[in-house]
């Protein structure tokens, strides 16, 4: 079914990737970017954190701007510029290989 990389950023700087099998992805599946998880589905128990994006299978990034989970054109301009840029949207689907999350406090802090 759907396996997902969970790549969890700690306040410190550091990053650790941790691979979620199908029954742990499942959990994920329906959260939009900025949702607060709890780290114990993630093997964390003692952080809370956020989601703050992820990528399909191709590549293309989560943007929150865009509603649903669908990939979808947006228009881009930049200095005068106009491209067309493929987005995926806020809405974590089956289709989603990586999840970015922030690990934002920890459980039982007043931080």
Same mark, same amino acid.
């Given at each position: 079914?759907?396996?997902?990389?969970?790549?969890?950023?700690?306040?410190?700087?550091?990053?650790? &990737?941790?691979?979620?099998? !199908?029954? /742990?992805?499942?959990? +994920?599946? #329906?959260?939009?970017?900025?949702?607060? %998880?709890?780290? #114990? =589905? %993630? #093997?964390?128990?003692?952080?809370?954190?956020?989601?703050?994006?992820?990528?399909? !299978?191709? #590549? +293309?990034?989560?943007?929150?701007?865009?509603?649903?989970?669908? =990939?979808?054109?947006?228009?881009? /301009?930049?200095?005068?510029?106009?491209?067309?840029?493929?987005?995926?949207?806020?809405? %974590? &689907?089956?289709?989603?290989?990586?999840?970015?999350?922030?690990?934002?406090?920890? %459980?039982?802090?007043?931080?």
């Amino acid at each position: 079914m759907v396996e997902l990389k969970a790549v969890v950023s700690y306040p410190d700087g550091k990053a650790e &990737t941790v691979k979620l099998d !199908s029954q /742990r992805a499942s959990a +994920f599946i #329906g959260l939009k970017i900025g949702d607060k %998880v709890d780290g #114990g =589905l %993630v #093997g964390k128990p003692e952080y809370v954190l956020v989601l703050a994006g992820g990528s399909d !299978s191709a #590549g +293309f990034p989560m943007d929150k701007s865009v509603q649903g989970g669908a =990939l979808v054109r947006i228009i881009q /301009r930049k200095r005068g510029t106009v491209r067309k840029i493929l987005r995926r949207g806020a809405m %974590v &689907t089956e289709s989603v290989v990586q999840l970015n999350m922030k690990a934002v406090k920890k %459980v039982g802090s007043n931080e």
